[in-house]
């Protein structure tokens, strides 16, 4: 039996995709936590008042969609896999901070040999540092790749922001 560590904190939601006979166990494969199950699980909330919410990729009510381990979703998922081909191949040195991680990808990214890696967040714990990304406490040109996903949307000021990731970033890097 495989024990979950306790940030994941899976919900009933989740458990759904845990039962099932043994012989289904392995059919889904998650590509961020590397875990087989049965079935991914629900995510997401329903916006009937949102026409586009079925056209927009993560968004809505999704069946089928979160990990039930590490409770990854579709944006995580594909960002892992573009990471993972295309950031990371080339196995070089970097330096790089993650804005808001989700503890799967931050555990991924912690194993890596060659990634130097800083996990921020405002007020979360398991990371490096508690921050305002309106006022890094980085220097300037600090890291190779800054990752900050489903985060600028929920900030006040996004163009301030974004240009603190500009100064921390080198020339060359990667946003
Ligand atoms: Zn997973």
Redesign the pocket.
């Given at each position: 039996m495989r024990i979950l560590p306790q940030r994941y904190h899976p919900t009933a939601d989740d458990l759904t995709g845990l039962v099932s006979h043994p012989s289904d166990f392995t059919r889904n494969y998650?590509i961020?936590?590397q875990?087989r199950f049965r079935l991914f699980t629900n995510a997401g909330k329903s916006v009937p008042e949102c026409e586009f919410q079925d056209e927009i990729t993560s968004s809505g009510r999704r069946p089928y969609s979160k990990?039930v381990?590490?409770r990854?979703v579709e944006r995580h998922r594909f960002l892992w896999t573009h990471l993972s081909t295309q950031i990371l191949k080339e196995k070089e040195q970097i330096r790089l901070l993650h804005f808001a991680p989700l503890p799967?990808i931050q555990d991924r990214l912690v194993d890596l040999p060659y990634v130097d890696y800083v996990g921020v967040d405002l007020t979360k714990q398991n990371v490096d540092a508690n921050c305002d990304i309106a006022n890094l406490p980085f220097g300037d040109e600090s890291f190779d790749v800054v990752i900050c996903s489903h985060v600028l949307e929920h900030v006040p000021e996004d163009v301030k922001e974004m240009s603190e990731l500009y100064r921390t970033l080198k020339q060359g890097g990667l946003h």
């Open positions: 998650c961020v936590c875990s990990c381990w590490c990854s799967g």
